[in-house]
């Protein structure tokens, strides 16, 4: 049996076994609700939650990092199936940052330096940059261990993309909680985030999916 053979043997024995097609998805949604939830309870939703969804960059602040989500899991679950076609998911993880880049450049018209660097320097900062990660942290912890059953080839790529779509799973919880709405600031932080955690379960993924 060549490697290739290997690997395709092994992918169908973890889809009989343990299909994390339905099991990473679940596992998500599962420990985002409950990390997030818990935040949320101990710390509350802004109080004008209601009234600020009728802005499109308060929408924008949630639909983002959850469609970002979305694209990773579409993206980490072919990765841990050699020989699988990548979905359309994978094209989510390239709109995203666009739309970001393109909601701060409109936050940011006509705007000079100082009121620039106002909005992206607010106290809000600390917090983002601590809770998004610490939310995410138990997401990707169950995400690598599920991702341990897959047959990845590129382990440290599978890390990155499980690390973003558990970031982008946080960042989601997180955003109902912020009231910082420019996307001058969120698009800055949340990013900053992200970028952590991904980088971090890179790290990770390189040393736990490998085989």
Known sequence: MNTEQLIQAMAADTQRTRPLEAVLPAALVATALLFGGIFLLLMG???????????????????????LAVGALGTVLHLSR????????????????????????????????????????????ASCVTVIPLISLPVAAASLWLLRRGASIRPRLTGAMAG?????????????YCTDDNPLFYGTWYTV???????????????????
């Open 45 to 67: 939703v802004r109080p004008d939650l209601g009234a600020a969804l009728r802005h499109f960059v308060v929408v924008l602040k949630t639909l983002l990092p959850l469609a």
């Open 193 to 211: 985030a992200i970028l952590v955690v991904t980088l971090g379960c890179a790290h990770a993924g390189g040393r736990l999916l490998r085989w």
């Open 164 to 176: 973003l779509m558990s970031a982008g799973a946080g960042a989601t919880m997180y955003s109902f």
């Open 82 to 125: 050699p020989g699988d076609r990548p979905g359309p998911w994978r094209y989510l993880l390239v709109f995203v940052p666009a739309a970001i880049l393109l909601a701060m450049l409109a936050a940011g018209a006509g705007l000079a330096p100082a009121d620039i660097g106002a909005e992206v320097f607010k106290a809000g900062i």
